[in-house]
């Protein structure tokens, strides 16, 4: 057979229906390069192929071998519903086509054969070959076989090729990829557990840390309940120390009896001649003053001995000196000192302590009260301790304080501007323990009068009671002390008058009283109803100067001056 009818007999005579598969073109490219090696094989020494023949077999596929694609043998395969008659014929063209394809592998092998005999060493390149086109055969599926059959009776090797048939081998079903689907869909759902897995754990964290918070909301509510409780339960005892005091003063009050004065006898017609007119005419009345004296309860002025003590009768109105000029004099203390030691500061200079601040240091002295009012101070001090307060006090050529946050009295010398003594007050309630009515921790208020110097405070075994102290005014040690049965919080403020402690209601009404008097002589004390003028609604601090017969107070920035009224108590008891 000569090399063109062998290479036609290679060659695509009719066209066969397309396959779906796109691989199956590159895997039939390198079954007609296998075939063309065959042919190579079968004819050596013979040269290479020719090269416009390798052309033509890479762009012509061999129909026996694969079938044609859109590019290569020009025809679409359009599926189309058919007859069962149309069927039957087109099975039958497949056979005849097959038939005819195994006829042209005959062909081909009787040209290959020859060779293999002249060339046995060619049959190991056959074998690898024919190895090629196996394996080219399984990877498309089985979908083609080549065997060889037994020789036939003129010595030639017969091979049989089977080709499926255009529905046997269309493309492998959508099952075919499961093992991967199946491994696919086990990873996403490993996946959707772990991310439901880190929600969850998140979520917990979450609700832990709002639980948290909730917790501590909680717990900080019910700390500020429990202080709303304390404090309602410390107003529910004072108002019950005050409702027994109110009762206790009742039954004293029911206890003495109610001496109402006699209406004075007015004049009638029967006995008074100024009513008999006679014949009408007009008499006239005629009235004789006699004079009176005062009776003893209301005399001022001093005694034969020049004390002057007596107990109080009346406070006038009061008379304002000055206005401070700054926030850090809504609340101070004013004085002079009583019994001045001498130069440098003498009986007409004035003393002044701006109170508000927290480190209270600065002391102004004044030469006069005429340069008090024009604001002049002659000296500004500094103190080596800060002032608690308003309770300080001059007395001969001393400064008295309590020092700041603690029950220690400071004796500051002036002449000299040292420290001249320092002591505790027993027991003595500080910095807000037992204030007055109006707070700015007055726990304890320096005092003078005629006796010397006094501290008025209160202690907790007195529970809140005023306590009365005659200090030494050398050495601060306490020489004598009265316990009183007036609440300190109940009152405004307190002074004392000749060994008598007196207390104001109000530190804001305008119009208020001085209502409690203790007398240290007979330990006694009684309600009194002494009117009381607070004309700028916060009066902070009331000190009494034995000197001038005058109330020295600081309200509201103005510091005013009270003249009084003593009665004296040489006949009185």
Known sequence: MSQASSWAALKCNKRVRERSCSSAPKQDLHMEKHLGNLYYITHLPLRPLPSRLGHALSNKHLCSLTPPTSSNCGHKYQPKH??????????????????????????????????????????????????????????????????????????????????????????????????????????????????????????????????????????????????????????????????EELTLETEQLREKPCNQPQPPRLPTQDGDPAFQFGSGVFQEMKAEVSEVPAPPQIQQGQNRNGTGCGKLVSVHEPVTHRKADGITGKYGAWFQDPEPTGPPYGAKTMWRIDAVGKEVKQLFAYEDMEQLTRGFPMKVILLPEAVESTGATVYRGSLYYQRRRSRTLIRYDLTSESLAARLDLPHAGFHGQHPYSWGGYTDIDLAVDERGLWAIYSTSKAKGAIVVSQLNPETLEVRRSWETNIRKNMVANGFMICGRLYTVASYSLPNTTINYMFDTDTSESKAIGIPFHNRYHYNSMIDYNPASKRLYAWDNYHMVTYDIQLANTDNSS
Not at 107 to 133: D, G, K, N, R
Not at 146 to 166: I, K
Not at 224 to 243: A, T, Y
Request: glycine share 6%; aromatic share 4%.
């Open 82 to 243: 058919l007859s069962e008659p149309d069927k039957q014929a087109k099975r039958l063209n497949s056979l005849t086509k097959h038939t005819s394809k195994a006829k042209r592998i005959t062909a081909a092998s009787s040209v290959i054969e020859p060779a293999i005999t002249h060339h046995p060493a060619m049959w190991t390149q056959l074998t690898v070959c024919l190895c090629f086109l196996a394996l080219s055969c399984q990877a498309q599926d089985g979908s083609a076989t080549l065997r060889r059959a037994n020789n036939d009776f003129t010595g030639r090797c017969q091979y049989t090729f089977t080709v499926d048939s255009p529905a046997e081998t269309s493309c492998p079903p959508a099952g075919a990829g499961g093992p991967e689907m199946e491994g696919v869909k086990s990873r996403l759902t490993l996946l959707e557990a772990l991310v439901s897995r880190l929600l969850g754990e998140r979520g917990e964290a979450e609700a832990a840390a709002l639980a948290g918070e909730a917790g501590l909301q909680t717990a900080e509510e019910m700390n500020h309940l429990q202080q709303d409780k304390e404090q309602l339960n410390r107003q529910v005892q004072d108002l019950q120390r005050r409702l």
